[in-house]
């Protein structure tokens, strides 16, 4: 059990047997009464935001949550598949819970995945990856200066804005937060 002294942003509660990440919080003390925290959950099963206001020292539960560190295999219709490294099993993922982030797998990639009783939630992605550019308009030379971008597919088959001179074949790093182009490697 978690109390209200114990909140940060971050922590993962569980109320009426539904999981939650902490966004905000805030401590109050209104006019009469005892103080209080006001918070901004994420509701981690639907992605839906709740605010929710606790008494001080109110308790929470705390989710059956645990991370695992797995690489991804491959994907098998609307699923992606993934190894658990330490037992060798395999678990199927809806790509559809990932968020987007399953343009960013490449196979025999290393990934946390977080389980919520057993049953996966999330994938957790390194902040930046380098990937190779598949396809793009070919560049200008000279274009360096200027801030014009263009699209480029990458090897895992996502689009993102690149700099006019980047090519065919180049390597570029890639935020997988914002899918913002952060340079080339």
């Known amino acids: 059990m978690y109390s209200t ?3 940060r942003k971050g922590l993962k509660i569980e109320i009426d047997g539904t999981p939650f990440e902490i966004v905000e919080f805030q401590h109050f003390k209104p006019g009469k009464g005892g103080a209080m925290v006001r918070t901004k959950l ?3 099963l639907n992605d839906r935001m709740v605010d929710n206001t606790f ?4 308790k929470v539960g705390r989710p059956d949550m645990e991370t695992r560190e ?3 295999l491959y994907r098998e219709g609307d699923d992606l598949v993934f190894m658990d490294l330490t037992t060798y099993e395999q678990l199927h993922i809806a790509e559809d819970t ?3 982030k399953a343009g960013f797998l490449k196979e025999a990639q290393q990934v946390r995945v977080l389980l919520y009783n057993g049953k996966p939630l999330d994938i957790d992605l390194p902040v930046s990856l380098v990937l190779e550019v598949t396809d793009t308009e070919p560049g200008a030379k000279g274009d360096t200066v200027s801030n014009v971008t263009k699209p480029a597919t990458l090897e895992t088959g996502i689009v993102i804005g690149v700099p006019i001179f980047v090519n065919i074949g180049d390597r570029v790093k890639v935020d997988t937060r914002t899918r913002d182009y952060l340079g080339r490697e």
């Open 5 to 7: 002294t114990d909140f």
């Open 70 to 72: 797995m690489q991804y």
């Open 98 to 100: 990932t968020d987007g």
């Open 55 to 58: 008494r001080s020292g109110e």
């Open 42 to 44: 994420r509701n981690l």
